[in-house]
Nanobody
Framework: VQLQACGGGLVQPGGSLRLSCAAS????????MGWYRQAPGKQRELVAT???????NYADSVKGRFTISRVNARNTVYLQMNSLKPEDTAVYYC???????????????WGQGSQVTVSS
């Protein structure tokens, strides 16, 4: 199983970016999916999560600006980021702690990280 993230880049303050993360491999189902980020010199922090049924949870710092969504049939999760600020600069990681393969055991997987830089 692999989680492949893409869509990062350099954007000016106030701009937008959309991250996507597709899971591939012998996957039966995926439970909660989420995005985390890690800025230089800081710990990794939660950005947003979404359950298989679509319930969402956001960090206070991104509420109203970021939107997480998913397409279960594609094993893909998205993060739409609007009104970006310099403090949003970080490496963004996608994650699911409950990926089920044919043995039905839920496992934790992380994507490789996607750099988002917000700067003028």
């Amino acid at each position: 199983v692999q989680l492949q993230a893409c869509g990062g880049g350099l954007v000016q303050p106030g701009g937008s970016l959309r991250l996507s993360c597709a899971a591939s491999g012998s996957i039966i189902s995926i439970g909660t999916m989420g995005w985390y980020r890690q800025a230089p010199g800081k710990q990794r922090e939660l950005v947003a999560t979404i359950s298989r049924g679509g319930s969402t949870n956001y960090a206070d710092s991104v509420k109203g600006r970021f939107t997480i969504s998913r397409v279960n049939a594609r094993n893909t999760v998205y993060l739409q980021m609007n009104s970006l600020k310099p403090e949003d600069t970080a490496v963004y990681y996608c994650n699911s702690p409950s990926v089920r393969t044919p043995d039905r055991v839920p496992r934790d997987y992380w994507g490789q990280g996607s750099q988002v830089t917000v700067s003028s």
